[in-house]
Every structure is written in structure tokens, then in C-alpha cells.
């Protein structure tokens, strides 16, 4: 059964320390999305990739924030350092995007809780 | 840029009515997808309904259907029959099939539902 994986599920941190989350997206998949949802702003687009170049990175703030895809299997977010006003769930998505997103469906990981103290 | 607004943050349906939860967007592009999700408690995102923008016929799932007002750049999800596991949060996104952006999958705020037995 495929899915997108997510590590860590929770993560608890203080106020300056580093924080990678990582994504396994579905394989086949050619696009990858990371969003941050929290109360206040739903869910927001920080950055996506297709065929693991960025193409829009507009939602994440450039100083502290940064996401890569290193090869097909990873993606990553980073944020480095952290502050109190990260905490949030942070979500990576994958799908199959060639003309439209195909059969209407991104694939969703279970999120990763990120706690900053 | 692309912008999702979901102007109810909380709904609530007796348990057998219907319920209707709005969403509005703006876009100045032609070829695009709307898609209405829901996120339950265990944070699972799911995929309730999509609609293609060039099509006229609303689409419709079982006891989901949508009212897609291209003109007025509106997309309602009507849930009839509502069932206690209907109640999630329910998000509008709207996904760039063409220009500048596409691939680009945007959502609105969420709006609570609420199902009373």
C-alpha cells in the first residue's frame, strides 16, 4: 500500500536548535509539496518540486527555512535556527502531476508536530 | 497570485441534514481544478471531491456534491444525509493547471464541522 512517509511524527525542541524533517514520497511520484498548518493560517504552501526542482519556494521564510530534494526518494525541510513561532504540524504531499493533477489526488503523510520551546 | 477564502471557520448539521460550507477563490487563469478535502481528528487528509474548471456539470460523490459557479469564482460543498463521521475539518484548494504557477496547489482556511447526533 503506498504512502507517503513522514519522520518524526513529533518533535519537541528549544528555541535555537536545528530541526530536518524528511519526506519519502510515493515512488513515481514527480511532484512534492510541503505546507505548515496552524490554527491561525490553515494550511499554507511553503514549497514545492517537480522532478525534484524547486519551483516555488515564495511560503517559506528565506532566512531560516529551506527545503531540498536530494534524490527521488527525500525530500527535506529544514529549519535552522528555530523559533517558538514555528510550532506547528508540518505536512509533505506527493502526486503525479503531467497536465493536471492526476485523478484529482495528492498523497498526504501523517504530518510531523513540531513543538518549539 | 492565486487566493483560497473560506469564510465559515465553524459549521454545525444535525445528524441527517444537510449542510453547505462555502469557498471562494480568485484567479485570473482559465484551465484550473478546485477540490474539496477533509482532515479528521487523526490529522489524515482525504480527498472528498474534485471538479475540473471547464467542465459545467457539478460534480457529485455519493452524499457530496459540489455548486461550482465559475463566473462568480465560487465552489460550496453540500454534504446531505450528514453522518457523525462526516464532522473533520473540510478544506477548499484550488490547483494551477496552466501559467506561471502550475502545479500549484493552493488552500483555503478550513472550516470545522460540527455533526450532533
Known amino acids: 500500500d503506498a504512502r507517503v512517509t513522514q519522520t518524526p511524527r513529533h518533535k519537541v525542541t528549544e528555541m535555537g536548535q536545528e530541526v530536518t524533517m524528511r519526506c519519502q514520497p510515493i515512488?513515481?511520484?514527480?511532484?512534492v509539496f510541503w505546507y505548515r498548518q496552524t490554527m491561525m493560517q490553515g494550511l499554507e504552501l511553503l514549497a514545492y518540486f517537480r522532478n525534484r526542482a524547486p519551483l516555488d519556494d515564495s511560503g517559506m521564510p528565506k532566512d531560516r527555512f529551506s527545503a531540498e530534494m536530494p534524490d527521488a526518494t527525500l525530500a527535506t525541510l529544514k529549519i535552522q535556527p528555530s523559533e517558538p513561532r514555528d510550532s506547528a504540524v508540518y505536512f509533505c504531499?506527493?502526486?503525479?502531476?503531467?497536465?493536471?493533477?492526476?485523478?484529482?489526488?495528492?498523497?498526504f503523510g501523517e504530518g510531523s508536530r513540531l513543538t518549539v520551546l | 497570485a492565486q487566493t483560497v477564502t473560506q469564510s465559515q471557520p465553524e459549521m454545525s448539521v444535525q445528524e441527517a441534514e444537510t449542510v453547505t460550507l462555502s469557498c471562494t477563490y480568485d484567479t485570473s487563469e482559465s484551465d484550473y481544478y478546485l477540490f474539496w478535502y477533509k482532515q479528521p481528528p487523526s490529522r489524515q487528509m482525504i480527498l472528498v471531491i474534485r471538479q475540473e474548471a471547464y467542465k459545467q456539470q457539478n460534480a457529485t460523490e455519493n452524499r457530496f456534491s459540489v455548486n461550482f459557479q465559475k463566473a462568480a469564482k465560487s465552489f460550496s460543498l453540500k454534504i446531505s444525509d450528514s453522518q457523525l463521521g462526516d464532522a473533520a475539518m473540510y478544506f477548499c484548494?484550488?490547483?494551477?493547471?496552466?501559467?506561471?504557477?502550475?502545479?500549484?496547489?493552493?488552500f483555503g482556511q478550513g472550516t470545522i464541522l460540527t455533526v450532533h447526533p
Open positions: 515512488l513515481g511520484h514527480n511532484t
Open positions: 504531499a506527493s502526486g503525479l502531476v503531467w497536465g493536471s493533477l492526476k485523478h484529482g489526488e495528492l498523497f
Open positions: 484548494a484550488y490547483f494551477n493547471a496552466g501559467g506561471t504557477s502550475y502545479g500549484k496547489l493552493t
